[in-house]
C-alpha cells in the first residue's frame, strides 16, 4: 500500500515527508483551496525532492489545456482531479489521472465506469457542497511561471499521452506507485471512470474544495474496486490499521490530519503515523 501525503506548502515539510517513507506528494494548485500554493513555490519545492517521490499536482473544474501545460512545466507524474470533471475533459489531459468522487451510502459506483483509464479515489461526501467555480490559475500566471530556455524535458509525447516512468526510466518500482500504469491510458484491465454526477472530492466546505477530514463506511466501496483504488477523508493513526485490514487499498491520500494548521505539517504526527504504518506491515 503506497502512501500519498497531499497539501505540501514547504520544503520543509516535503523533504520531511519523504524522510518518513511517504511516497507521493500533493501540491494544491487550486486558489480556492486553504493549502493553495502558486507555480512559483510550486517549482521551488519541487526541485528539491528526490526523483524517486511521485509529484502529484491537485486541480479543480480547471481547463484541459491549463492543467497540461502546468503539469508539464511542473514536471508532475500525474494529476489529481478534484471537480465536477466529465470523461470528455479527462480525455483531454495527457497526464496520468487521480480522479476523487465524493462517496456516501447513496453513491452509485456505476458512475465510475464512465471515466477511462484514471485511479479512482474515493473520499468522503460533506453535506453541504458549493460547486461550478474554479479558482484555477489563468494563462497569465502560467506564462510568468515558465522555466525559460533552461526548460527540461517532461517526456510528453507529441500527440499522445505522457509516461508515469518517462523521467525514471531506471526506476522499477515507478510504474507501480499509486496503482498508475505507465500510461494513463493503459493502466490495468480494469481501467476505471467517473461522471459529473459522482465524481468530486474530498472536500467542500463552503467554497473549499480539498480536504473534509472525515471519515466514511469503507466497506460500500465494491470488493473489486479496492485493489486498485486510493481510500482518502479521516485517514491517520487511530484507523489505518482497520482501514487495511477491512479494504487494503492500493494507496492512501492524507492530509489534515498530520496538520498543526492547514497547509504546515505536523513532523510529530507525521512521525508517529508512519512508525504505527510500518509496526502493522512488520506484523
Known sequence: MKVKICGITNIEDALYCVECG???????????????????????????????????????NEKPRIVNLIAEELGLNAVQLHGD?????????????????RTNKNFDFANVERFQGITPMFDSDPASVVMNKSFGLNEKELKAGRYGEGSRDTG?????????????????????????????????????????KGSGSNEIKGNNFGGTGKTFDWNIIPEEYRRYSIIAGGIGINNIERLIKEINPAAIDLSSSLESHPG?????????FFEKLNEIKGK
Not at 526523483?51 to 491537485?58: Q, R
Not at 470528455?88 to 468522487?101: L, M
Not at 484491465?189 to 459529473?196: E, I, L, Q, T
Open 22 to 60: 511517504a511516497d507521493a506528494l500533493g501540491f494544491m494548485l487550486y486558489k480556492g483551496s486553504k493549502r493553495y500554493i502558486d507555480i512559483f513555490t510550486a517549482q521551488n519545492i519541487l526541485k528539491e525532492v528526490s526523483p524517486f517521490t511521485m509529484k502529484i499536482g491537485v486541480f479543480v
Open 85 to 101: 470533471e466529465t470523461p470528455q475533459v479527462t480525455d483531454d489531459i495527457n497526464f496520468p489521472i487521480i480522479k476523487a468522487f
Open 156 to 196: 510528453v509525447r507529441k500527440g499522445g499521452k505522457r509516461s508515469l516512468s518517462s523521467e525514471l526510466e531506471s526506476s522499477r518500482t515507478l510504474s507501480s506507485k499509486l496503482s498508475v500504469g505507465s500510461s494513463r491510458k493503459n493502466i490495468s484491465n480494469s481501467d476505471v471512470k467517473g461522471s459529473k
Open 264 to 272: 504546515k505539517k505536523d513532523h510529530l504526527k507525521v512521525k508517529t
